[in-house]
């Protein structure tokens, strides 16, 4: 038997999965990491942390299921995006923390750039909303406030990387500086349409091009790791939700899935021309084989499943995750208690930097279930807005919804989500969407499957939640939602 491995480093965990050639799971392995929060808005790991914990799940994962290093035939790679880690060439030693793609400390910078009128050149070139969200501005941010680090940029000494980068460099001893167009064309810097750094934008933000790695296909070789003192070669990388895109066989145009993680990604695929948004969404590049360069058009939530977290964490209202379904069952509604969970700002269609989370509705009789089901019910509602700017740009009406991700194991959720869009939500039977597109984007480039067409024969549907809700009740609910929404806008100075 042959395999692949597939690692899935995200947000707060390090993921490694182990998929066999007729794309069962073979084993599993995760670990969560620190989370840092240096001030209000900020968000930090430390790259150390993120290396060494996918590091620990890639051997545990062979070490339990006794696999050997030698019947691996490829590694995929798929990452949290638009995380910005910066570190020495010589040492390898991190220079700051990775800055997470959640942190909005560079929202000034971004402004500055909309100031300078260079807004409109970004969504052109970039397909992408100026926002802090992406990596451009952080990369600035470091070369702006560690000490040399301009200086070793400019030589080629400190080098850039999101966190595919950051991996495939460490896990290949230093030989490959690389990333692929699906990281790439998320950094703010980069130019969808001719596929290469945008200097104007390199300029503006006086980012040295020495510091950029090479930006390559999806699937194909790039380097080997050494495991077990085998060289086991890392053949597949793309961004979580574009790696999600591919592993749902999201290969034509208008199929889309939606992803229920940190935050919450939907992704509906438009071919090879990348189509322009008049509702906030992203234009982006989507994962692809044998040459070709695909789009999408993608919606993004900033704060999905990371509310949950949070009600675990700091509120201490539920002690594990799963702890979320039992109580938002116990309720019969909310109570009329909204919960907008704009921690880090609000994404699509809004894109405002400065929102805030709020709860609103509370009353005398607001029990811990009524808050509990609103945080779970606020991934849902944000879906909506998703599905809802998809239709208006692409055209798209969806027939049924394609979930995948953490969350979309909360059953309480994954219904709740198709009463309020009015149209079935289809969870995978392999659940692990994003970790199985890039080992597909691995295995094809190893002659592990032959094309997209002998995937799309693997992929079948699991669990159907059917919507149950009155339309009429769905609109009331979603009105509400919008008035909660109202409330969080531009809260932060």
Same mark, same amino acid.
């Given at each position: 038997?042959?395999?692949?491995?597939?690692?899935?480093?995200?947000?707060?965990?390090?993921?490694?999965?182990?998929?066999?050639?007729?794309?069962?799971?073979?084993?599993?392995?995760?670990?969560?990491?620190?989370?840092?929060?240096?001030?209000?808005?900020?968000?930090?790991?430390?790259?150390?942390?993120?290396?060494?914990?996918?590091?620990?799940? /890639?051997?545990?994962?062979?070490?339990?299921?006794?696999?050997?290093?030698?019947?691996?035939?490829?590694?995929?790679?798929?990452?949290?995006?638009?995380?910005?880690?910066?570190?020495?060439?010589?040492?390898?030693?991190?220079?700051?923390?990775?800055?997470?793609?959640?942190?909005?400390?560079?929202?000034?910078?971004?402004?500055?750039? $909309?100031?300078?009128?260079?807004?409109?050149?970004?969504?052109?070139?970039?397909?992408?909303?100026?926002?802090?969200?992406?990596?451009?501005?952080?990369?600035?941010?470091?070369?702006?406030? $560690?000490?040399?680090?301009?200086?070793?940029?400019?030589?080629?000494?400190?080098?850039?990387?999101?966190?595919?980068?950051?991996?495939?460099?460490?896990?290949?001893?230093?030989?490959?500086?690389?990333?692929?167009?699906?990281?790439?064309?998320?950094?703010?810097?980069?130019?969808?349409?001719?596929?290469?750094?945008?200097?104007?934008? /390199?300029?503006?933000?006086?980012?040295?091009?020495?510091?950029?790695?090479?930006?390559?296909?999806?699937?194909?070789?790039?380097?080997?790791?050494?495991?077990?003192?085998?060289?086991?070669?890392?053949?597949?990388?793309?961004?979580?939700?574009?790696?999600?895109?591919?592993?749902?066989?999201?290969?034509?145009?208008?199929?889309?899935?939606?992803?229920?993680?940190?935050?919450?990604?939907?992704?509906?695929?438009?071919?090879?021309?990348?189509?322009?948004?008049?509702?906030?969404?992203?234009?982006?590049?989507?994962?692809?084989?044998?040459?070709?360069?695909?789009?999408? /058009?993608?919606?993004?939530?900033?704060?999905?499943?990371?509310?949950?977290?949070?009600?675990?964490?700091?509120?201490?209202?539920?002690?594990?995750?799963?702890?979320?379904?039992?109580?938002?069952?116990?309720?019969?509604?909310?109570?009329?208690?909204?919960?907008?969970?704009?921690?880090?700002?609000?994404?699509?269609?809004?894109?405002?930097?400065?929102?805030?989370?709020?709860?609103?509705?509370?009353?005398?009789?607001?029990?811990?279930?009524?808050?509990?089901?609103?945080?779970?019910?606020?991934?849902?509602?944000?879906?909506?807005?998703?599905?809802?700017?998809?239709?208006?740009?692409?055209?798209?009406?969806?027939?049924?919804?394609?979930?995948?991700?953490?969350?979309?194991?909360?059953?309480?959720?994954?219904?709740?989500?198709?009463?309020?869009?009015?149209?079935? $939500?289809?969870?995978?039977?392999?659940?692990?969407?994003?970790?199985?597109?890039?080992?597909?984007?691995?295995?094809?480039?190893?002659?592990?499957?032959?094309?997209?067409?002998?995937?799309?024969?693997?992929?079948?549907?699991?669990?159907?939640?059917?919507?149950?809700?009155?339309?009429?009740?769905?609109?009331?609910?979603?009105?509400?939602?919008?008035?909660?929404?109202?409330?969080?806008?531009?809260?932060?100075?």
């Amino acid at each position: 038997m042959k395999y692949i491995l597939a690692l899935d480093q995200g947000t707060t965990s390090s993921r490694a999965v182990l998929f066999d050639e007729n794309q069962n799971i073979a084993g599993i392995s995760q670990r969560e990491f620190a989370q840092i929060y240096p001030k209000e808005g900020w968000v930090e790991h430390d790259p150390m942390d993120i290396f060494t914990s996918q590091y620990s799940v /890639l051997l545990d994962v062979i070490a339990k299921t006794g696999v050997s290093p030698k019947e691996i035939l490829a590694i995929g790679i798929a990452n949290q995006r638009e995380t910005v880690i910066m570190w020495d060439k010589t040492s390898g030693e991190p220079i700051y923390n990775a800055i997470v793609w959640q942190c909005r400390r560079t929202a000034g910078i971004v402004e500055k750039l $909309v100031a300078d009128g260079l807004g409109g050149y970004i969504r052109e070139k970039t397909g992408l909303v100026p926002d802090a969200y992406f990596s451009g501005t952080k990369i600035k941010w470091i070369l702006d406030h $560690v000490d040399g680090a301009r200086e070793k940029a400019v030589r080629g000494q400190a080098l850039f990387g999101t966190v595919d980068t950051w991996l495939i460099w460490r896990l290949t001893a230093g030989r490959a500086h690389v990333t692929d167009y699906t990281n790439a064309s998320r950094t703010m810097i980069y130019d969808i349409r001719k596929l290469e750094w945008d200097k104007t934008l /390199l300029e503006a933000l006086d980012i040295p091009a020495a510091c950029l790695p090479e930006v390559i296909p999806s699937s194909g070789v790039c380097g080997y790791a050494a495991v077990g003192g085998v060289k086991i070669p890392v053949a597949g990388i793309a961004g979580d939700q574009q790696a999600a895109l591919f592993g749902q066989c999201c290969f034509e145009p208008g199929e889309s899935k939606s992803t229920y993680g940190t935050g919450c990604f939907l992704l509906t695929n438009t071919g090879g021309t990348p189509a322009e948004s008049r509702n906030g969404l992203l234009t982006t590049v989507a994962a692809s084989v044998g040459g070709e360069i695909n789009y999408a /058009l993608e919606g993004s939530v900033f704060t999905g499943g990371a509310v949950v977290q949070w009600l675990r964490d700091e509120l201490h209202l539920i002690d594990e995750s799963a702890d979320t379904e039992y109580f938002a069952a116990k309720a019969a509604s909310t109570g009329g208690v909204y919960l907008v969970p704009a921690f880090t700002g609000l994404g699509v269609p809004y894109w405002d930097m400065r929102a805030r989370g709020c709860i609103i509705g509370i009353t005398r009789g607001t029990k811990r279930e009524h808050i509990v089901r609103a945080a779970v019910e606020s991934i849902a509602y944000q879906t909506c807005g998703l599905v809802d700017a998809i239709k208006k740009d692409a055209g798209i009406s969806l027939s049924a919804l394609k979930a995948d991700g953490g969350a979309s194991r909360n059953k309480f959720l994954m219904q709740f989500q198709a009463d309020l869009l009015g149209i079935p $939500v289809v969870c995978p039977t392999v659940s692990e969407s994003t970790a199985l597109g890039a080992a597909y984007l691995a295995g094809l480039a190893a002659g592990m499957w032959s094309g997209t067409k002998e995937l799309t024969k693997f992929w079948k549907p699991g669990h159907v939640y059917a919507p149950q809700m009155d339309g009429e009740d769905a609109a009331k609910l979603l009105a509400g939602w919008d008035k909660a929404v109202g409330r969080s806008l531009g809260w932060a100075e």
